[in-house]
């Protein structure tokens, strides 16, 4: 029987996948500290913080998986709340260093999570693969959606000129 889905836990996979594609995309960009670094990086903070704190509320300490991603979790919240502070502070190499850290965190838990054949996300794509393939697309289509709102959201707006 497949692990059931609760709407808490099927957010906090969604969460966590667009986090995954987020931060891939701010780690791509050679940009970094202009508008569209931080409005993706508010969006990602947000994310990540709602992912480590919802992993606190449900799951289990059954395996050592739990137990790590339970630690993960305590450790992402330290590290996403000490990010954000030391890019207030100026401290940009810090504040790099945390968000790094952090999305290699996000990284080793996705691993974790897929490792384990009887969690739900394999679980689910080894019974389901068409339906779960289609999640996967759309997290990825929604993810390309904000970033591309953000992009041509933030655009300088050119002035408009009228011929008299």
């Keep these: 029987?497949?692990?059931?889905?609760?709407?808490?836990?099927?957010?906090?996979?969604?969460?966590?996948?667009?986090?995954?594609?987020?931060?891939?995309?701010?780690?791509?960009?050679?940009?970094?500290?202009?508008?569209?670094?931080?409005?993706?990086?508010?969006?990602?903070?947000?994310?990540?913080?709602?992912?480590?704190?919802?992993?606190?509320?449900?799951?289990?300490?059954?395996?050592?998986?739990?137990?790590?991603?339970?630690?993960?979790?305590?450790?992402?919240?330290?590290?996403?709340?000490?990010?954000?502070?030391q890019a207030r502070r100026g401290r940009i190499d810090r504040h790099r260093g945390f968000m790094v850290g952090t999305y290699l965190g996000l990284i080793g838990a996705f691993v974790g999570v897929l490792a384990v054949r009887t969690r739900r996300v394999p679980a689910w794509f080894i019974a389901e693969p068409l339906m779960m393939s289609l999640v996967a697309l759309a997290i990825i289509a929604v993810g390309g959606f904000v970033i591309a709102a953000i992009m041509f959201g933030t655009r300088p707006r050119q002035p408009v000129t009228t011929d008299a």
């Design 1 to 85: 029987m497949l692990p059931a889905w609760t709407w808490l836990i099927a957010l906090h996979a969604i969460a966590a996948s667009l986090a995954l594609v987020l931060g891939a995309f701010q780690f791509l960009r050679t940009a970094k500290g202009d508008p569209p670094h931080r409005a993706v990086g508010r969006i990602w903070v947000g994310l990540m913080l709602y992912v480590a704190l919802g992993s606190w509320l449900f799951g289990g300490y059954d395996s050592p998986i739990d137990i790590f991603l339970r630690a993960l979790a305590v450790w992402t919240t330290f590290s996403v709340i000490m990010a954000v502070v």
